[in-house]
């Protein structure tokens, strides 16, 4: 465990002096992160602009969903996409060889080959609107809400990384599978509503198939003090189940490569 603890330090610690290199474009990329952040509020502030709740979330407790959006949108872009997608040109060019030779997971290996770390930004971002959306709602998180939010954080990336690695792990399959990565990370944006301003089959979908209630709402209302046990404890047995799935869909896949000495 040290031992990949030390791995993982490694990979951090060459992703930021190699994004620290060219200073400008990092301030850049940090006041784009921003920019982006930003506009996630917008949608809600037009569509609550004419009344005070929509599917029993008002606009400030709404904007509690937004912030862990916000949240789960930098790791997905700085820590899980980055690395993820490079397996996809790997594989195309037969150069992953030179993944599976090294003396380690190779799980592990792709999954922390490149991070961005000016996606960082978002955590300060999703903190400000924590601490704007408990202003306007009247008082904060309870101890126990805030402990169960920070447990369903590590279940939300844990179900992020397992749904991007079963997509990834169709390239083994399909080879180009660009299109695909591309439209999980447009439906990653439904992910900034409450899940209950879903209906019928879209609910269902965003809750059990590709699981968005349980990686943004769920952690909201958690820390709004009106998270049902039993919801906490379908996205602990979620995160488990794809965890477990996600990892042998991988050890499957991985079996079809074709390296390029074949």
């Given at each position: 465990?040290?031992?990949?603890?030390?791995?993982?330090?490694?990979?951090?610690?060459?992703?930021?002096?190699?994004?620290?290199?060219?200073?400008?474009?990092?301030v850049v990329?940090?006041?784009?992160?921003?920019?982006?952040?930003?506009?996630a509020v917008v949608p809600l502030f037009v569509v609550f602009a004419g009344r005070s709740s929509i599917a029993g979330w008002t606009y400030p407790e709404a904007l509690v969903v937004?912030?862990?959006f916000t949240l789960l949108q930098g790791l997905l872009e700085g820590a899980i996409n980055p690395s993820l997608v490079n397996v996809v040109e790997q594989v195309r060019k037969g150069t992953l060889d030179f993944v599976l030779l090294?003396?380690?997971?190779?799980?592990?290996?792709v999954s922390t080959t490149r991070f961005q770390p000016s996606k960082a930004i978002n955590a300060i971002t999703a903190t400000l609107i924590f601490v704007y959306a408990f202003r306007r709602i009247g008082h904060g998180p309870t101890a126990g809400g805030l402990a169960a939010s920070l447990l369903l954080m590590v279940t939300a990336s844990i179900l992020l990384y397992g749904l991007w690695i079963l997509t990834?792990?169709?390239?083994f399959y399909v080879v180009r599978v660009d299109n695909l990565t591309f439209l999980f990370t447009a439906i990653f944006d439904a992910a900034r509503w409450p899940s209950s301003v879903?209906?019928?089959?879209?609910?269902?979908?965003?809750?059990?198939?590709?699981?968005?209630?349980?990686?943004?709402t769920y952690p909201a209302e958690a820390m709004l003090g009106r998270l049902h046990p039993s919801s906490l404890a379908l996205s602990l047995?979620?995160?488990?189940f794809f965890a477990v799935f996600s990892r042998a869909v991988w050890v499957r896949a991985i079996g079809k490569y074709t390296s390029a000495s074949s």
């Open positions: 465990m040290r031992r990949y603890a030390y791995l993982l330090y490694i990979q951090l610690k060459a992703s930021t002096l190699l994004a620290m290199q060219y200073r400008g474009d990092f990329d940090l006041l784009i992160e921003l920019v982006w952040a930003a506009t937004t912030g862990w090294k003396p380690a997971d190779a799980q592990f290996l990834v792990s169709a390239v879903f209906r019928g089959v879209a609910k269902i979908v965003f809750t059990f198939v590709i699981p968005l209630a349980l990686m943004t047995g979620g995160a488990l």
